[in-house]
């Protein structure tokens, strides 16, 4: 069994509302409670967007995208093929992944676009994208369509983002208390 280390630098995002004691004390703490909820979901979505695109410069963490270890299949076209998809997965494979573990995330316009999309011509067919934007199926393993992928990633405005892997291999280093 081969060992390594993974590096760790800290970063920091900090978020600040300002509360008069007036209006915590007339809505019963509540207003805070409902401040704190959206501040820790404005935190969450910054992390999965900083983990799928950060760009490692700055106060950003390297994402996915951008780290040059992580293998990536032109998909020539709006749509994915079943094909494509197929030597995503053979790629995977190849790397001697866990499949338990693997899995799909795209931008939930193209989740829509593979759930119209037919793995082959042949009758019978089934679509690429089985079950729900946000909780789907692609040839068995989970699917993801999320808004923190980002769809312009070439030149033009219709690039979407589209990544596979074996997630449990993904580490999200945290430094102190959100």
């Known amino acids: 069994a081969a060992t390594g280390e993974i590096m760790g630098t800290p970063k920091e995002m900090i978020g600040s509302v300002r509360m008069s004691r007036q209006w915590i004390y007339l809505?019963?703490?509540q207003g805070e409670g409902m401040v704190r909820r959206r501040l820790a979901i404005g935190h969450d979505l910054a992390l999965d967007r900083a983990g799928f695109h950060g760009t490692g410069a700055g106060s950003q963490p390297t994402?996915?995208?951008?780290?040059?270890?992580v293998q990536s299949v032109a998909m020539c076209g709006v749509t994915?093929?079943?094909?494509?998809?197929?030597e995503v997965l053979g790629k995977i494979a190849d790397q001697n992944a866990e499949s338990a573990s693997i899995g799909f995330t795209a931008t939930a316009i193209l989740a829509a676009r593979l759930m119209a999309t037919l793995e082959a011509s042949a009758a019978g067919s089934k679509m690429?994208?089985?079950g729900r934007i946000d909780d789907g199926l692609i040839?068995?393993?989970r699917a993801i369509g999320s808004t923190?992928?980002?769809?312009?990633l070439g030149s033009g405005a219709d690039e979407h983002?589209?990544?596979a892997g074996p997630w449990?291999?993904?580490?999200?280093?945290?430094?102190?208390a959100l």
């Open 27 to 29: 809505t019963g703490g």
């Open 63 to 69: 994402g996915l995208m951008n780290l040059a270890e």
């Open 80 to 86: 994915p093929t079943f094909l494509k998809i197929s």
């Open 128 to 130: 690429i994208w089985t």
């Open 139 to 141: 040839s068995g393993y």
């Open 148 to 152: 923190q992928i980002r769809k312009n």
């Open 161 to 163: 983002g589209f990544m």
């Open 168 to 176: 449990d291999q993904c580490y999200v280093l945290l430094f102190g």
